[in-house]
């Protein structure tokens, strides 16, 4: 059987508290996501009345008043790990926290014990693809390819990651906004999306089949600085949280181990993504190797630096004035998508991977803010694949930020990043209730992260292996 189809079957299970709240067949549920299309054409009278529904009967999940007893609290602000917390939640948001001495538990409350455990806010992946690169393109339709991007961003979930910023659709169009939709709708499961819809290209990159045949391209598509800012403003208008696009596309080595970038947009063309969607108050991340296009977007302010493989002084020195963030997504260049291919090229002497770890260094020295991002692309079985991407934190770690360091990237930092900072990444009174936990102390062993034990995101538990023997 297709591994891809097995997984989609799988059931999910959702708790509140500890009591199951539902269980499910992936593939029955998300069945929900043809419909998506006809919600959108939906009347704001009816979305009017729907919302007033709510408030006149609050849910079940609403009322559910639970507690957890966390032996060890990882407080992202400080970086410090706090002993004996009590972490009291109310539907889906935190109403309290303190120490267990100070707290009173409500007599209705669920308890759920996490005492031997570290507690950690929910992780945040600033940079996937749910929308894998491992389902073809050409032979399956956007409706296959979305609710296969549906059960990737449950195991992104499952793996602790309870918000994605999900960067270009990679051929799904839009539909990255209706999984957004349909998550903050409740229809489906999943974590919490910031998307950037199909995102921009210029010609020649991203194009399937001939020039005899043009089967279609994954992305849109831009090539004058006018046309970039009409595409940015259409993105924008059919649910894009942020505007994504590739400065730089191809890369080659020459034997000697010189790398060459290929660069795609003009500066001026650079210039007007950036300006256009910053008019209209969304944010731009710019996926850049190096080079020519790497600089034109710092130089034009973009608000995150997608990869960043070489960087100069200049460049470094530009993004910590400019508050640019680093995405540097290292993992995915030591897998078999770049490194036995650069290794290859250059007999050993250079690859992406050993010329960003420089510019990393270089960068966390000079104070540059780094990001939590994995660029997790595939379905299971697949290279670099969706609930894999806690291994970024070892690279991470290997490249020079300490553990602690680490961690604040994937939730602070992150969720200041996207503009969040006042609902995610910290466990805080007020915040959602997305909370992970781990067996182990991931401070003194990062790699702990990979052995999530416990997921919660707002009020609902959707793992709980704390006990399995």
């Known amino acids: ?43 704001a009278q009816e979305e009017g009345a729907s919302q007033e529904q709510k408030k006149a009967a609050p849910s079940q999940l609403e009322l559910q008043v639970i507690a957890i007893k966390a032996g060890h ?37 669920q308890v759920i014990d996490l005492s031997q455990s570290t507690v950690l806010p929910g992780l945040i992946d600033g940079h996937t693809h749910i929308f894998s690169s491992n389902v073809s393109f050409v032979n399956t339709s956007r409706e296959y390819r979305t609710l296969v991007a549906v059960s990737d961003a449950q195991l992104d979930l499952r793996a602790g990651f309870t918000t994605l910023r999900d960067l270009m659709s990679h051929g799904g169009g839009y539909a990255d906004v209706d999984i957004r939709n349909a998550i903050n709708r409740g229809l489906v499961p999943g974590p919490r999306l910031q998307v950037s819809t199909p995102g921009l290209v210029a010609t020649g990159e991203g194009m399937v089949g001939t020039w005899e045949l043009k089967v279609g391209n994954r992305y849109d598509v831009a090539d004058s600085p006018w046309e970039a800012r009409k595409i940015v403003r259409e993105e924008i208008h059919y649910g894009a949280d942020w505007i994504k696009f590739h400065a730089t596309a191809g890369y080659k080595f020459d034997s000697d181990g010189k790398l060459t970038v290929d660069s795609t947009f003009t500066p001026e063309e650079v210039k007007a993504i950036v300006d256009e969607a910053h008019r209209h108050h969304k944010k731009v991340a710019c996926h850049a190797f190096g080079g020519e296009g790497l600089k034109s977007c710092i130089e034009a302010g973009v608000d995150t630096l997608e990869h960043g493989n070489v960087l100069d002084d200049d460049d470094i020195k530009t993004m910590v004035q400019k508050g640019i963030y680093l995405d540097l997504t290292a993992e995915h260049y030591l897998t078999e998508d770049y490194l036995p291919a650069d290794t290859k090229a250059t007999g050993g002497k250079n690859s992406l991977a050993a010329l960003q770890e420089a510019s990393a260094r ?50 602070i930092v992150n969720a200041e ?17 997305d909370i992970v936990a781990v067996s182990g102390d991931p401070l003194k062993d990062i790699t702990e992260l990979e052995r999530i034990k416990f997921v919660m995101k707002g009020g609902q538990i959707f793992r709980n292996e704390v006990n399995a023997k």
């Not at 602000?77 to 926290?97: A, E």
């Not at 780094?370 to 609930?387: D, E, K, Q, R, W």
């Open 1 to 43: 059987m297709n591994s891809t189809f097995a997984q989609s079957r799988l059931p999910i299970t959702i708790f509140t508290g500890d009591k199951v709240l539902r269980t499910f067949s992936l593939i029955a549920v998300i069945a929900a996501v043809s419909f998506l299309g006809m919600m959108r054409t939906a009347s």
């Open 73 to 109: 609290l990882f407080d992202s602000k400080s970086g410090q790990v706090i002993n004996d917390q009590v972490i009291l939640i109310k539907g889906d948001k935190i109403t309290d926290v303190g120490g267990g001495g100070s707290i009173t538990i409500p007599s209705n409350a």
């Open 362 to 411: 270089k960068a966390i020295a000079k104070g540059v803010k780094l990001t939590f991002g994995s660029g997790v692309h595939s379905t299971p079985g697949g290279i670099h694949a969706h609930g894999t991407q806690a291994t970024e934190f070892a690279t991470l770690v290997k490249y020079g930020l300490s553990p602690t360091k680490a961690i604040q990237a994937a939730t």
């Open 417 to 433: 990043m996207m503009g969040w900072k006042d609902k995610i990444g910290s466990i805080d009174k007020g915040k959602f209730a």
